[in-house]
């Protein structure tokens, strides 16, 4: 009988199949008999994401438990599990860990337990996280797989640190920046990068300094720049122990724009702290606040939160306390509860050491005696009011919606030629600085401008793969002139050129404006009705059937541009 853990799994395969079935009428698996492995290793390599890519997975795996292929099951759930929501990849996990013992391999076994351990990391469940690695880590230990080996210590590294084991964390960064060094640039940096923030919550204050000196050194000798702002911003939390809040605040604003850039959350928000906590200790109260409310809205929004980020409620709590306002104090009271409910299931060791200013027992007494004060100013027709208030920004909507399609539509029917090309010389300047043999590159240049004068962008099923084969090139190289020379993704610049051609043809074409999204899709070369309205409203900003319905107008009105 099947164990129950890996049922789970399962189940939401076969149901896959069967939704994928009934829609086209036939199950994928038939028509995925007889591939090879290596047909379905390609597959996943063209395109990871894409929902064929997930019939592919499952097919897979069908294939390698019907010939009963340990190491293809597990390397299947493997491939299922990045290709599935992350509520679900613990179940695939699981069964990646129970292919993996039927391999009898440690090598194996332990890459699946740490695959389960990094599924409980960015779940943010630590504690779960370090059991998978240490026993990831028990596996691997005389493996021939070295690099394997090192990097579960260093995930187990990096839990420590996160739970407070400071020392045993600083120990596993040296011994993994050691061997990444002549391994993997980015773990060895990365390793160094943690070691610096370890010496730092150490209170070996010099340390940090030299470690962080030396990760700038090693970042440019590699010519790893991007990793140089975060050695600048460890040292800048690091003058910030050492109360040179100037120094520290200039090296956290340096590195704050980098953060914002790269999208990286958890750097911005740890930087907004200190940046916090430096005018805060400068006495400069609203500045500080600006900083601090940054912070309170990542837990609010994105449940971001460590046990020393903490203190960016406590502050805010007392900052509004001081203003006398009630109704922000009751907002963040609320808000740390909920907090020191997370960090207490999620940080037990670390947050049962730090120091807390407000503990449940104060907050809820707090909470009580705001709330009774609130109650003396609640308005009697407070409901009356939500509803008029909701019903006027309804209308506004509404208007703004309409006034905004309009517009949306008047600037298309404005176009001169098709927007996802650029002139000869743009091209060229865009390209200028791309690292390519010029020969290549002007050969891809040249078959781009065919492919758009000859319209044969109108393929039906026409992808980057494809396109690198017509050119005699490959998808790196093809990937790269058309994000320089047409700014864009290449998915984005074939459904542009679709897209395009559709609305020239709506405007100059009148049986046009009687087909059904459909087969204007199938016109331009669209694979289904859903991927070319997608693709319409996102370079247009309108569906297609209100452009459709809004030209008729115009015509009929005969109030064409």
């Known amino acids: 009988m099947m164990d129950k853990k890996y049922f789970i799994p399962f189940c939401i395969s076969m149901l896959y199949f069967s939704v994928y079935g009934q829609q086209n009428g036939k199950s994928p698996v038939d028509t995925l008999k007889g591939k090879s492995y290596e047909y379905f290793l390609d ?40 290709q599935s929501e992350k509520r679900n990849r613990i179940y695939y996990a699981d069964s990646m860990i129970y292919a993996a013992k039927h391999t009898q391999e440690n090598d194996l076994i332990g890459s699946a337990y740490l695959t389960k351990g990094i ?29 394997l080996e090192h990097k579960t210590k260093y995930n187990i590294a990096q839990i420590k640190y996160y739970l407070g084991y400071y020392d045993d964390a600083a120990s596993l960064f040296k011994e993994s920046a050691a061997y990444f060094k002549n391994e993997d640039d980015i773990p060895y940096l990365s390793s160094l990068h943690s070691l610096a923030l370890c010496y730092s919550r150490l209170e070996k204050f010099g340390q940090c300094t030299i470690t962080n000196d030396f990760g700038i050194k090693e970042a440019s000798r590699l010519e790893y720049y991007e990793a140089i702002p975060r050695f600048v911003n460890s040292e800048g939390i690091n003058q910030f122990f050492r109360k040179n809040y100037s120094i520290s605040i200039g090296k956290l604003n340096e590195t704050l724009p980098s953060f914002i850039k790269n999208k990286d959350f958890a750097g911005e928000t740890v930087t907004c702290f200190y940046l916090g906590k430096n005018y805060w200790a400068l006495n400069q ?9 940054k912070v309170n809205k990542a837990f609010i929004e994105r449940n971001y939160i460590y046990p020393y980020l903490r203190e960016s409620f406590e502050i805010t709590i007392d900052y509004y306390k001081s ?20 960090l207490t299931n999620n940080y037990k060791y670390l947050y049962g050491r730090i120091h807390k200013e ?26 009356f009011i939500i509803l008029i208030a909701i019903l006027l920004a309804w209308l506004g909507y509404m208007i703004y919606k309409s006034r905004e399609n309009k517009r949306k539509f008047k600037r298309l029917m404005e176009r001169k030629a098709q927007q996802v090309k650029l002139t000869a010389e743009a091209k060229l300047k865009n390209t200028d600085t791309l690292k390519m043999n ?6 891809i240049l040249k078959h781009l401008d065919n492919f758009e004068s000859s319209e044969k962008f109108l393929e039906k099923g026409i992808t980057l793969p494809k396109l690198a084969k017509k050119f005699n090139s490959n998808i790196v190289y093809v990937s790269k002139v058309i994000s320089h020379s047409r700014l864009k993704k290449s998915t984005d610049y074939i459904n542009d050129l679709k897209i395009d051609w559709i609305i020239i043809q709506l405007r100059e074409n009148s049986k046009f404006r009687n087909y059904t999204n459909k087969a204007l899709g199938e016109e331009a070369g669209f694979s289904t009705t859903q991927h070319f309205t997608r693709a319409f409203y996102k370079n247009t900003g309108i569906s297609p059937t209100f452009f459709i319905q809004e030209l008729k107008r115009t015509i009929a009105t005969g109030n064409l541009p």
Do not use: C
């Open 438 to 443: 010029p020969e290549v590159k002007a050969s």
């Open 358 to 383: 407000y503990d449940t027992k104060k907050l809820l007494h707090a909470k009580g005696e705001i709330e009774k004060s609130l109650r003396f100013e609640k308005q009697q027709n407070i409901i």
């Open 119 to 147: 599924v409980y990391y960015d779940m943010t469940d630590y504690n779960n996280a370090l059991d998978n690695y240490l026993i990831a880590n028990n596996h691997l230990i005389g493996t021939a797989d070295k690099y």
């Open 323 to 342: 203003e006398n306002d009630l109704q922000a104090q009751l907002k963040y009271i609320d808000q740390l509860l909920l907090a020191d409910k997370y």
């Open 43 to 82: 597959k996943f390599e063209e395109d990871e994401q894409s929902d064929a890519s997930k019939i592919y997975g499952i097919a897979y795996l069908k294939k390698a438990k019907s010939e009963n292929n340990w190491k293809h099951i597990l390397n299947a759930y493997k491939i299922i599990l990045h």
């Open 285 to 293: 109260r609203e500045k500080a606040m600006q900083y601090f409310l």
